[in-house]
């Protein structure tokens, strides 16, 4: 069975920081290109970073620019997002997936993870 499974979601205040993980099950990330997408309440769900596999081009909304870090291990079969530097503005819904290009969009993705809940709030 193909999965996307999240974690380290969670609470906390402003200026603080998570590391959401994404392992991939059923399927290898390589040769994908990994994703994060957030959707906050009664919002689009918007790319927030990108990062290919063999040519390294990474990509940032720039809203979470200098403040987010996406990184990945093939060997884990596993993607991660640092997120430091929280803002109130950052709660939402945070979805890993992958595509096969770097673009951001909702309409390039293949495989969704469920979601994690992150709330920044003081």
């Known amino acids: 069975q193909l999965e996307l499974v999240e974690s380290g979601g969670g609470s906390v205040q402003p200026g603080g920081s998570l590391r959401l993980s994404c392992a991939a099950s059923g399927f290898t990330l390589d040769y994908f290109t990994v994703n994060w997408f957030r959707q906050a309440p009664g919002k689009e769900r918007e790319g927030v970073s990108c990062?290919?596999?063999?040519?390294?081009?990474?990509d940032y909304a720039d809203s979470v620019k200098g403040r987010f870090t996406i990184s990945r291990d093939n060997a884990k079969n596993t993607m991660y997002l640092q997120m430091n530097s929280l803002k109130p503005e950052d709660t939402a819904i945070y979805y890993c997936a992958v595509s096969s290009q770097c673009s951001r969009t909702v309409s390039s993705v293949t495989y969704w993870g469920q979601g994690t809940q992150v709330i920044v709030s003081s």
């Open positions: 990062l290919t596999d063999r040519s390294g081009i990474v």
